[in-house]
């Protein structure tokens, strides 16, 4: 299943876990120092739901919950 939503077009983006190790400058230490990165998905909450169309049709589709709440779809 593709997490697309179907009205504003949101869509798992990428990033990255940043790993530090090391006692900050704050706290009486040398400083924090990056040891790894790892790879990660950041998921819209993307829900099936059944939506009625300009026309009147119902049809299901992948929405946002973001869309849901402004409002942008309605449903059937």
Same mark, same amino acid.
């Given at each position: %299943?593709?997490?697309?939503?179907?009205?504003?077009?949101? $869509?798992?983006?990428?990033?990255?876990?940043?790993?530090?190790?090391?006692?900050?400058?704050?706290? &009486? &230490?040398? &400083?924090?120092?990056?040891?790894?990165?790892?790879?990660?998905?950041? $998921?819209?909450?993307?829900?099936?739901?059944?939506?009625?169309?300009?026309?009147?049709?119902?049809?299901? %589709?992948?929405?946002?919950?973001?869309?849901?709440?402004?409002?942008?779809?309605?449903?059937?």
């Amino acid at each position: %299943m593709a997490r697309i939503c179907a009205i504003t077009g949101k $869509r798992p983006t990428t990033g990255s876990i940043i790993h530090r190790k090391g006692q900050s400058k704050k706290s &009486g &230490g040398i &400083g924090t120092h990056v040891t790894k990165t790892t790879k990660r998905k950041f $998921r819209p909450n993307v829900q099936r739901i059944r939506v009625r169309l300009a026309s009147g049709q119902v049809k299901r %589709m992948w929405v946002s919950a973001k869309a849901i709440k402004a409002g942008l779809v309605e449903k059937a």
